[in-house]
């Protein structure tokens, strides 16, 4: 395996993050919108508020499993809901708030 490249902190903060698709970037800033509130559901309700559109709950879900690979979400299960249900809570990580970030930089320069 050969050496990792030593990066200071400044650069670890602004290195490149693996990019993240249209449907991952809304997943993401449902979960840092939403916060404590971050569940499957609520994040489902989001997206599809600001779709217009019905998304099947194993969209989310999928998209989650590959968000929590990538590095970029933390699933925490048997949270407590508002509710008193218990469900899985999502957390985004450092990483994923970059992805999220460069991608809503992008979007807006495609639109300057």
Do not use: H
């Amino acid at each position: 395996m050969a050496p990792q490249p030593y990066l200071s902190r400044t650069d670890r903060r602004v290195a490149k993050v693996k990019p993240i698709g249209d449907f991952q970037f809304l997943f993401l800033r449902s979960v840092l919108k939403l916060g404590k509130n971050a569940f499957g559901s609520a994040i489902q309700e989001r997206i599809e508020k600001i779709l217009n559109v019905r998304v099947n709950p194993g969209q989310i879900y999928t998209t989650a499993d590959k968000l929590i690979a990538d590095g970029y979400l933390e699933s925490r299960p048997n949270s407590i809901q508002d509710n008193g249900r218990t469900a899985t809570l999502y957390v985004c990580l450092p990483d994923g708030a970059r992805a999220a970030e460069e991608k809503a930089r992008l979007y807006k320069k495609m639109l300057d």
